[in-house]
């Protein structure tokens, strides 16, 4: 009995993932938030982003990579801004933000997509 259920598992679920997607967060350092709001701000802006996601790769990333993910910083507000027309616009990957008073992006979260388009993205930003 327990050798047919395992072989119709693997027949339908497969033991490795044939491709990995990620959630990738930014944080904008001159933003200065302390470290309440700032989990308060990342949690909400995960979960925003994860909202937007599609169907596949929001099932993908929850079953196999769901601790897949990346904290990033950026220097500057611009930078944020660049990184979330380049996303949404020019690649078409869910993303979300937080502004700050002066209608700064503060932090922006990207994914869940596929790890190698996200990693296209933000190879020019540092491990927080």
């Given at each position: 009995?327990?050798?047919k259920l395992k072989?119709?598992?693997n027949k339908f679920v497969p033991s490795?993932?044939?491709h990995q997607c990620r959630q990738v967060i930014v944080y904008c350092t001159q933003s200065y938030l302390s470290?309440?709001?700032?989990?308060?701000?990342?949690d909400?802006?995960?979960?925003?982003?994860?909202?937007?996601?599609?169907?596949m790769d929001y099932d993908i990333w929850c079953c196999y990579c769901y601790q897949?993910?990346?904290l990033l910083m950026c220097n500057d507000f611009s930078e944020m801004d660049e990184?979330?027309?380049?996303?949404?616009?020019?690649?078409?990957?869910?993303?979300s933000f937080i502004c700050n008073k002066n209608n700064n992006m503060i932090m922006m979260a990207i994914g869940p997509a596929k790890?190698?388009?996200?990693d296209n993205l933000v190879k020019n930003f540092d491990y927080f």
């Amino acid at each position: 009995m327990f050798e047919k259920l395992k072989n119709f598992h693997n027949k339908f679920v497969p033991s490795t993932c044939n491709h990995q997607c990620r959630q990738v967060i930014v944080y904008c350092t001159q933003s200065y938030l302390s470290h309440e709001d700032y989990v308060d701000k990342i949690d909400h802006v995960a979960k925003a982003s994860i909202n937007k996601a599609n169907e596949m790769d929001y099932d993908i990333w929850c079953c196999y990579c769901y601790q897949d993910t990346v904290l990033l910083m950026c220097n500057d507000f611009s930078e944020m801004d660049e990184l979330y027309e380049k996303a949404v616009y020019g690649v078409g990957v869910p993303a979300s933000f937080i502004c700050n008073k002066n209608n700064n992006m503060i932090m922006m979260a990207i994914g869940p997509a596929k790890a190698q388009i996200i990693d296209n993205l933000v190879k020019n930003f540092d491990y927080f």
